[in-house]
Every structure is written in structure tokens, then in C-alpha cells.
């Protein structure tokens, strides 16, 4: 039904940026919201940036002022800009979607990750 395409990880020094996207294809009705998480070794999923059912945005404090969520309509496509990394932001990201079918159910679907690292 719907299939998440991440891209744009790898590896960067502190101070660094990066870009992370994600495509959806499929037979999405309506997406509800869009996030990003991350997961580092040993560590729980966290959510990293999200934009809500209001199309506000909400990101951890963590990342608050350095990360940016993003998205392009047209490409079915978010986008996480990454500015001022840290080691500690080393991690796997994941994209996620909740969506709706034709009668209102909602669902959700993950990307299957990248990988970002980032050295001192």
C-alpha cells in the first residue's frame, strides 16, 4: 500500500550538515503526519522532528534550532536538514507516516533507516 524510501545519510564531522529524505509512493489517501526518529546503539526510538495533524512542527529539545523538518507535496517527499551535528547525534533515522485509507483508518508505515554518523 504505501513504501517509505529513505536517503541522504552517511558521515559527517561536528559542525557538519546533512540532508535526509523521505519518498512515499502507494495508494495514500490522506497522510495525517509525518516524523522523524532516531535510534542509537542500545538506546530507545526517539522522536526527533515531527509535523502534527495541525501542520505545526514539533522537534526534541535536543535538536531544537539545529534540525529542520521540511516537506515537499508535489514529490511526496520529507525532508530532516541537519545543521551543527554532534556526535551524539549519531544514529539510525527512520522516517514515518501515519496515513488514511478511503473509509478514514489510519495507519502507519516506516522507512527502513539511514545511517548517520558523526565523529568529533
Known amino acids: 500500500q504505501v513504501q517509505l524510501v529513505e536517503s541522504g545519510g552517511g558521515l559527517a564531522q561536528a559542525g557538519g550538515s546533512l540532508r535526509l529524505s523521505c519518498a512515499a509512493s502507494g495508494s495514500i489517501f490522506t497522510i495525517n503526519t509525518t516524523g522523524w526518529y532516531r535510534q542509537a546503539p542500545g538506546k530507545q526510538r526517539e522522536l526527533v522532528a515531527a509535523?502534527?495533524?495541525?501542520?505545526?512542527?514539533n522537534y526534541a529539545d535536543s535538536v531544537k534550532g539545529r534540525f529542520t523538518i521540511s516537506r515537499d507535496n508535489t514529490k511526496n517527499t520529507v525532508y530532516l536538514q541537519m545543521n551543527s551535528l554532534k556526535p551524539e547525534d549519531t544514529a539510525v533515522y527512520y522516517c514515518?507516516?501515519?496515513?488514511?485509507?478511503?473509509?478514514?483508518?489510519?495507519?502507519?508505515?516506516w522507512g527502513q533507516g539511514t545511517q548517520v554518523t558523526v565523529s568529533s
Open positions: 509535523f502534527t495533524s495541525a501542520d505545526s512542527t
Open positions: 514515518k507516516v501515519y496515513w488514511s485509507d478511503y473509509v478514514g483508518k489510519v495507519f502507519a508505515t
